[in-house]
């Protein structure tokens, strides 16, 4: 059963970074498309930032710009380099394939305060 564990979370003041990891228990990345999501309290899940396979990204419109997804095969690693931070921001983020097919992990909580 494939596993995922996001890390890299933690409370920052506007305009400060964070940088999130998350680790997937098996080998997928040769094949599927990597995103990051995000649940603010009393909203709904949503996506945040795309990785396909070959390394193509897309971004949900606030945060492009500040956020970069990145992805590492030989350590089945998708990370999220995350600058800028605003207290929109503030989330639990989520790692999954886009569309999500995985069992969610327990995510991660950034919290940004103003």
């Known amino acids: 059963q494939v596993q995922l564990v996001e890390s890299g979370g933690g409370l920052v003041q506007a305009g400060g970074s964070l940088r999130l990891s998350c680790v997937v228990s098996?080998?997928?990345?040769?094949?599927?498309?990597m995103a990051w999501y995000r649940q603010a309290a009393r909203k709904q899940r949503e996506l945040v930032a795309v990785?396909?396979?070959?390394?193509?990204?897309n971004y949900f419109n606030s945060v492009r710009g500040r956020f970069t997804i990145s992805r590492d095969s030989a350590k089945n690693t998708v990370c999220l380099q995350m600058n800028s931070l605003k207290p929109e921001d503030t989330a639990v983020y989520y790692c999954n394939t886009a569309p999500y097919s995985l069992d969610w992990g327990q995510g991660t909580q950034v919290t940004v305060s103003s």
């Open positions: 098996e080998s997928i990345f040769s094949k599927d498309t």
């Open positions: 990785i396909t396979s070959s390394g193509s990204t």
